[in-house]
């Protein structure tokens, strides 16, 4: 049974989650909070999975929401109402597992969930856009192909036919995906003093490499 | 009237002739004909006039005096082929200066060169002593000399320039008589005159160009100032369009549902609330992308039309331009409206994605779906799609491709423009 937190500052939709996730076999809803602080206030030892709303009204910034969450020993799923293309790469670069938009069935959160909660990457289409889109200065290169799956994916193909697609094994999309997820971390990961190398390191030891 | 060149009557003829031998360059018949240029250039270009016709006014006289016999050199042949070289030159440079727009450095130095040329074998042909006379036609050419060279050389040369027909004129007379007939007051007043002729021409050029260029910055300006307007008001005008959309439909479903008047948890109202809530994430994007998009627009309203026909459709997009042609916009919002036709139609599915991406001045607009696609080698493209999507995309420049598999859905590529062939 893997264990859920939901995390976001809209009542209706906490409720909404509550009535969602009765009906999955596999998904318990552990517990519900507006914020990261009245999460962490609750006391109870987290979830599995956090899903955790990009934006709440208690204006924290997300990246810190995501790294308390990820350093206390969770799985965090961002999610939003829109897409958001840069904010989403900063979260998943933070820690976050992946990064859905709130559009998307109960059947594709629930996966999302279980996907989370076995150590896998969550991979979306509007994560692969925001990666393949992004224009910021110190984004990391890739290459032609990265590019292509990408793009294939994020325009609505699933990981077998962007593979067909763009020419490569059906099953090495997904490889594609997880390749650029950690091109992505690294280049939002900056070393610029020693000081800065060793908070690296020490997050390599506490996370596992990176790979 | 009959407008055959061969039954025109023959002052019609002639006015159609001098039309297009002049290109309508006359000011005075229509100053605004220039408007397409940018002011710089018709500042160049009405200088450059005022420089030929000063030239202009200096040979047309000595050619009537030629032909009328009159003459004060010693060879009458020598001087008639002087002339008919000066007028060949000036002819020449003219017609060059109207094909360019203004002198280029070459004839600066062949003109140069010439009027010293001029002057030098001129003063040797020359009857008397009166070289610096008026009737040395050549020593008249070196005022159109200074001046060109005022308005064309950077001013730090003007003097170096100037001092070769200078030269060249006292240099023959020297030659010629031993000794420089003229009077220091005179020399002192025709290098005045040469110099100030060059400064002249300088100053004018220097503010009509400035005049120009001031005259371009507002036009441009106005134009954006112009285009920011209609951008706003075509913004203005999509707002009141989407306030409307909203309350024909969240409005009116939210009002429902809090009235009581509909049941939120039947699968019919959440379908329609999710198709409404699509069209506030678009509405919500393409406002955060800042700029007003008639592509963006026009795809969007595309999108409401087909989940109008029950398709849900996922769109994610570029920040796409604003200044695509009218005809493109119009070719691959309509491809687009029949490719997600017939993803309702054929595909047996209700769910579809619409991507539109920008990149190095290309655009792919992307409609996928994952419904039950087909065997590209054994079903032949119908006409919905030969004709309203391949062709279409065709007529504007672009292409479109499709990709598609059995169980595997179809992909639809609309590429604008055109990828060359490699």
Same mark, same amino acid.
């Given at each position: ?14 409720? #909404? ?6 009906? =999955?076999?596999? =998904?318990?809803? !552990? ?36 790294? !308390? ?25 933070? #820690? ?56 294939a994916?994020?325009s609505g193909l699933?990981?077998?036919s962007?593979?067909?697609h ?35 390191? !020490? ?9 | ?41 018709? +500042? ?5 006039? $005022? ?15 030629? @032909? ?25 440079? @003219? ?21 010293? &040329? ?16 008026? %009737?040395?036609?050549? %020593? ?17 040369? *003007? ?14 007379? $020297? ?25 002249? /021409? ?31 008001? @075509?913004?203005?005008?999509?707002? *009141? ?35 409404? /809530? ?49 005809? +493109? ?22 769910? /579809? ?13 992307r409609v996928v ?10 079903? &032949? ?7 309203? *999507? ?12 499709l990709s598609a598999?059995?169980?595997?859905g179809v992909c639809v590529d ?9």
């Amino acid at each position: 049974m893997i264990e859920v937190s939901v995390v976001d500052d809209d009542r209706m939709l906490l409720d #909404g989650m509550a009535a969602w996730f009765s009906s =999955v076999e596999d =998904v318990v809803l !552990r517990a519900r909070a507006r914020s990261v602080d009245e999460l962490f206030e609750t006391g109870s030892p987290l979830a599995d999975v956090v899903v955790l709303d990009l934006l709440l009204a208690d204006g924290s910034d997300p990246v810190h929401n995501v790294r !308390r969450l990820v350093d206390a020993g969770t799985r965090v799923l961002v999610v939003s109402v829109v897409p958001r293309g840069e904010q989403s790469i900063d979260v998943v670069n933070a #820690g976050a597992c992946g990064y859905l938009t709130k559009d998307h069935d109960l059947a594709v959160l629930a996966d999302a969930i279980r996907r989370a909660a076995a150590g896998d990457n969550v991979h979306s289409p509007e994560l692969a856009f925001a990666w393949c889109r992004s224009d910021r200065p110190d984004r990391p290169h890739l290459s032609a192909q990265e590019r292509a799956v990408l793009l294939a994916y994020a325009s609505g193909l699933t990981l077998s036919s962007a593979a067909r697609h763009v020419g490569i094994r059906p099953g090495t999309a997904k490889v594609y995906l997880d390749r650029v997820k950690d091109k992505y971390t690294r280049a939002g990961r900056p070393t610029y003093t020693k000081l800065d190398l060793a908070d690296r390191v !020490r997050e390599d030891g506490l996370r596992g490499n990176p790979s | 009237m009959d407008e055959s060149p061969v039954l025109m009557p023959w002052r019609l003829r002639v006015r159609m002739a001098w039309r297009t031998l002049t290109g309508e360059t006359l000011v005075g018949r229509d100053p605004t004909h220039q408007v397409t240029r940018s002011g710089e250039e018709r +500042a160049f270009r009405f200088i450059a006039l $005022l420089l030929v016709l000063q030239r202009a006014s200096y040979l047309v006289p000595t050619v009537v005096d030629t @032909a009328m016999g009159t003459t004060t050199y010693h060879s009458p042949a020598a001087n008639l082929v002087l002339l008919t070289a000066a007028v060949a030159w000036n002819v020449g440079l @003219a017609v060059g200066v109207h094909r360019r727009g203004w002198f280029p450095s070459w004839a600066v130095a062949v003109d140069v060169a010439l009027v010293c &040329v001029l002057l030098a074998v001129g003063s040797v042909n020359h009857l008397g002593n009166e070289v610096f006379h008026n %009737s040395n036609w050549a %020593s008249k050419l070196v005022w159109g000399t200074a001046a060109l060279v005022g308005a064309a050389v950077a001013p730090r040369w *003007i003097p170096l320039v100037l001092l070769a027909p200078v030269t060249a004129h006292l240099g023959t007379a $020297l030659v010629r008589f031993g000794a420089i007939p003229l009077s220091p007051d005179r020399m002192l007043n025709l290098l005045d005159s040469y110099l100030w002729f060059a400064l002249i /021409a300088y100053f004018m050029r220097r503010y009509l160009c400035a005049q120009g260029r001031a005259l371009d910055q507002t036009t441009q300006r106005q134009l954006e100032l112009n285009s920011r307007r209609a951008e706003e008001r @075509a913004r203005f005008a999509e707002r *009141i369009a989407q306030y409307r959309t909203l309350h024909d439909t969240v409005l009116t479903t939210l009002t429902a549902i809090a009235r009581g008047g509909l049941d939120h948890r039947t699968a019919e109202v959440r379908r329609r609330c999710a198709t409404e /809530a699509d069209y506030v994430r678009r509405l919500v994007q393409q406002d955060a992308s800042g700029t007003f998009s008639t592509l963006g627009a026009r795809l969007s309203e595309v999108i409401t039309s087909a989940e109008s026909l029950g398709l849900r459709v996922h769109y994610l997009h570029d920040p796409l331009p604003a200044d695509l042609p009218r005809t +493109a916009v119009d070719g691959i919002a309509d491809a687009s409206r029949e490719a997600l036709n017939n993803v309702l139609t054929h595909a047996g599915t209700t769910e /579809a994605w619409l991507t539109a991406v920008w990149d190095k001045e290309t655009l792919l607009v992307r409609v996928v779906d994952r419904g039950r696609g087909f065997d590209e080698d054994r079903v &032949v493209l119908g006409f919905g799609v030969r004709r309203s *999507i391949v062709e279409r995309m065709r007529e504007i420049g672009g292409e479109a491709t499709l990709s598609a598999m059995v169980h595997n859905g179809v992909c639809v590529d609309l590429v604008w423009p055109a990828r060359p062939l490699v």
